[in-house]
């Protein structure tokens, strides 16, 4: 099966190895987390706080005032939320180097109902000052999110989604891509940009397979980093094309739609059509992971319905 | 209380009251009364050794100090001019545009290693700071911090509390203001957190009952753990009064945050001279 926690903690280890100065905390989340391999080859360098996500924050900023580079792992809403004024207060405003990694964003836990469900971390954690949100896609993004968020001296947020699925390890080819360390544009054509991220990038590759066959030529913005600073080359990608849809694993009225629609209106690109596919505020009942891709229309058959016939499944 | 100050604690303690109330007079703003509750706390600390000044310097030899109680921020201030860490004219420019001597200290003073503002932040700062020396092998460097009694509801604080206890770190010292009273009244009557002692001990620490407004018995008792004589994490509660040395002042929860007038100002300066 695949595990991307492996990737992780494989990264955490390569980075300590051959530069130092890692420190990993964790929230009684060692195990969740897959971050055994680390805490055993560097006990000193491990911290385990138990329950207290607050405390992890400051703990973490603590060892980031002296020198050290902090990655804190926790299940998403419980570190975002129940420490967010340590990670805006203390960590963002003072700019520490602390990476909060999100474990199990987006729809992942959906069988555990809403307390657990991520689907409005990118809203709370772009506009921090001096954060970058980092959306990896793949396996090797995710080892670029890590290798960047440690050689940042500023804070980063790494949001994580269903650490099992396989499409973080699929290859995204063959459309021809340009690709940097913030995103990678898969080009099939001008008729639809798809902006998306995490591993719903995948499902726009298929879409876009899918709409091929039907005439329309669709390229894929996969998103690795955001922050506002990437604003105006996001724009000028963007500026290419007459029709956009953001796909993501999020609620579609806080998350990289309307992120993106902001900046498209001030940069008074109106010409370009919007659609948005992604977790609309209507709250799905518990249900499995597969279910709730399928209730929010986020699967790639539902995308190409989407683009074809403009339908809705919310 | 009885004090069991020295006169040349006591006048000390005076010019750094003065201080305080000509700041927050001249600047416009600041927490007075929390500020004068804790002078001889944050004296004590840093002059418990005139040749260990604490700083913010990335330097192992150096110790570190967080104010996690903001509002004495102004005692800071008062406390520095004192030793001569800063000058007269750079505390008439408290609150002043461009000024570093801002409401709450930041860490970019030399003398702050966090910055201030919101409660309940510090301890887990000190249990980052300490880890990170530890697992170099540094493990004889100093961290204090100031915390108020009323900043204890914080639950943040008590998962601090229990996580410095749980990794033995014992070069940590918490003094706590122990003033009995914060914004909207009594501590008994907001939210009740005594008996500190008993809560503290039963979290594995060492607990030292001081007076607070005593430098010679803070003092002692700061050098007391400097001597690394308890393999603990250090706690003193720190008896003191909230708004303390001006007649005016005590106990009055006006004071909380009020710029004084001229009249007042003067009144406080008459007292303390």
């Not at chain 2, 970019?108 to 700071?129: F, K, N, P, Q, V």
């Not at chain 2, 493990?139 to 998962?159: K, Q």
């Not at chain 2, 914004?183 to 030292?208: R, T």
């Not at chain 2, 400097?226 to 706690?235: A, Q």
Request: net charge negative; glycine share 8%.
């Amino acid at each position: 099966m695949t595990d991307i926690r492996k990737n992780i903690v494989d990264s955490l280890v390569t980075l300590n190895e051959e530069n130092g100065n890692v420190y990993v905390v964790v929230v009684d989340s060692k195990t969740s987390s897959g971050l055994s391999h680390f805490a055993d080859r560097f006990p000193n360098n491990f911290i385990e706080l138990g329950v207290a996500e607050q405390n992890s924050i400051g703990v973490g900023a603590g060892i980031a005032n002296e020198g050290g580079k902090v990655f804190i792992f926790g299940i998403s809403t419980f570190l975002l939320y129940r420490a967010y004024e340590q990670i805006r207060s203390v960590v963002a405003y003072n700019n520490y180097s602390v990476t909060v990694v999100g474990m199990y964003s987006g729809l992942f836990y959906s069988d555990q109902g809403f307390t657990h469900r991520q689907v409005d971390d990118i809203s709370a954690v772009a506009g921090l000052p001096n954060f970058s949100v980092y959306t990896p896609y793949t396996e090797e993004r995710v080892n670029i999110a890590f290798k960047d968020a440690y050689k940042s001296n500023s804070p980063s947020y790494i949001r994580i989604e269903n650490v099992f699925s396989e499409r973080y390890s699929r290859t995204l080819e063959p459309y021809p891509s340009i690709s940097n360390n913030i995103y990678t544009l898969y080009s099939g054509g001008n008729d639809i940009l798809f902006i998306s991220y995490g591993i719903s990038v995948s499902r726009c590759i298929e879409a876009s397979h899918e709409l091929s066959l039907s005439g329309l030529n669709c390229s894929t913005l996969a998103l690795n980093k955001i922050n506002q600073e990437l604003r105006d080359e996001y724009i000028s990608i963007v500026n290419k094309y007459k029709k956009v849809v953001f796909v993501e694993e999020h609620l579609v009225h806080c998350g990289i739609g309307a992120i993106f629609s902001q900046w498209m209106a001030t940069c008074k690109l109106n010409y370009i059509e919007c659609e948005f596919v992604g977790v609309s505020e209507d709250y799905a009942e518990n249900m499995s992971y597969e279910q709730a891709i399928l209730f929010y229309g986020i699967s790639p058959k539902q995308i190409v319905d989407k683009v074809l016939t403009g339908e809705s499944y919310e | 209380m009885k004090y069991k100050t020295s006169t040349h604690d006591k006048q000390t303690a005076n010019r750094i009251r003065k201080s305080i109330f000509s700041a927050c007079f001249n600047g416009g703003g600041g927490h007075i009364a929390s500020s004068l509750s804790m002078v001889e706390i944050i004296y004590s600390v840093f002059a418990h050794n005139k040749t260990d000044l604490i700083g913010n310097s990335l330097d192992f030899k150096k110790d570190r100090f967080l104010l996690s109680s903001c509002q004495g921020a102004l005692a800071l201030y008062s406390v520095m001019l004192e030793l001569g860490e800063i000058t007269d004219s750079e505390l008439k420019n408290f609150l002043s545009l461009k000024s570093n001597l801002t409401m709450f200290p930041t860490k970019e003073l030399a003398y702050s290693d966090m910055t201030s503002g919101s409660l309940g932040h510090a301890l887990s700062l000190a249990i980052g700071m300490s880890l990170f020396h530890k697992s170099k092998g540094e493990t004889y460097r100093n961290i204090y911090v100031v915390m108020g009694d009323g900043e204890l509801n914080e639950g943040s604080n008590w998962e601090a509390i229990m996580a410095v206890s749980h990794f033995g770190l014992s070069n940590i010292c918490l003094v706590v203001n122990n003033n009995g009273v914060q914004i909207d009244g009594a501590n008994s009557d907001v939210m009740n957190i005594s008996p500190l002692s008993e809560k503290f001990s039963s979290f594995g620490w060492n607990v030292n009952d001081v007076d607070g407004h005593s430098i010679d018995e803070l003092q002692k008792t700061i050098t007391n753990f400097t001597n690394k004589n308890s393999n603990k994490p250090t706690v003193l509660l720190a008896k003191t009064i909230k708004g303390n040395g001006v007649s005016f002042t005590v106990n009055e929860p006006s004071w909380h945050y009020k710029v004084p007038t001229e009249i007042e100002h003067q009144l406080a300066i008459k007292e303390l001279s």
